[in-house]
């Protein structure tokens, strides 16, 4: 079994790009989906929120205030530290039990936004970045009903793109048609297994 981590920039496809390894066979987990069951109500990570930054960053049914935190994580560097240090131990622990777990399957896939800034590309066979251009990326992150703005801050506040291609093992290019990228998705699978032997 080869167990990697696919990565990349906001509004590069991830998730998308998830669905299609999926279709391929693979088995995959994305640590957003993870991430948002924790801000459930109830959730560790929503009374984590409530510690950290207060009653206000939850709705009324207990839940993180998803947008009203994201609105303050991404305008202030050290509410966004914090954050990290409070979600990133408890998900890396889930990902960890799953990726670890009694194998049926020839290919392990965690999807995980910050990889590299969490330092967790350490712990997978191969890491993989999914990339696109920037003007896609406005256009998918505006379709969101984000503002240019916004966007433009949230993408600053990761990686830069040209580091996760250089710390990537295998980059992916996140600029055609579904069809091609079904191809360049068996095509990774190939080199994957290249790559583990």
């Known amino acids: 079994m080869i167990r990697f981590a696919l990565t990349g920039g906001i509004a590069c496809g991830k998730s998308f790009f998830g669905g299609i390894l999926s279709d391929l066979g693979v088995q995959v987990v994305d640590a957003d989906e993870i991430v948002r069951a924790m801000h459930a109500p109830g959730g560790k990570a929503a ?70 800034e969490s330092g967790w590309e350490g712990d997978w066979d191969a890491t993989v970045t999914i990339e696109s251009p920037l003007a896609l990326r406005l256009e998918r992150l505006a379709a969101r009903g984000l503002s240019r703005e916004e966007s433009l801050r949230r993408i600053a506040a990761q990686l830069p793109e040209s580091e996760r291609r250089a710390r990537a093992d295998f980059t992916v290019e996140n600029d055609c048609d579904e069809a091609t990228l079904r191809v360049r998705a068996a095509d990774l699978l190939q080199q994957l297994r290249k790559h583990g032997t």
């Not at 131990?89 to 889930?94: D, I, K, N, T, Y």
């Open 47 to 116: 009374r984590a929120v409530r510690q950290a930054f207060g009653p206000d960053y939850l709705g009324p049914d207990g839940a993180t205030d998803r947008k009203r935190l994201g609105e303050l994580v991404f305008a202030d560097a050290s509410a966004r530290r914090r954050l990290e240090e409070l979600l990133h131990p408890l998900v890396r622990q889930h990902v960890l039990d799953w990726k670890d777990a009694a194998p049926a399957a020839d290919f392990r896939c965690a999807q995980i936004p910050l990889l590299f």
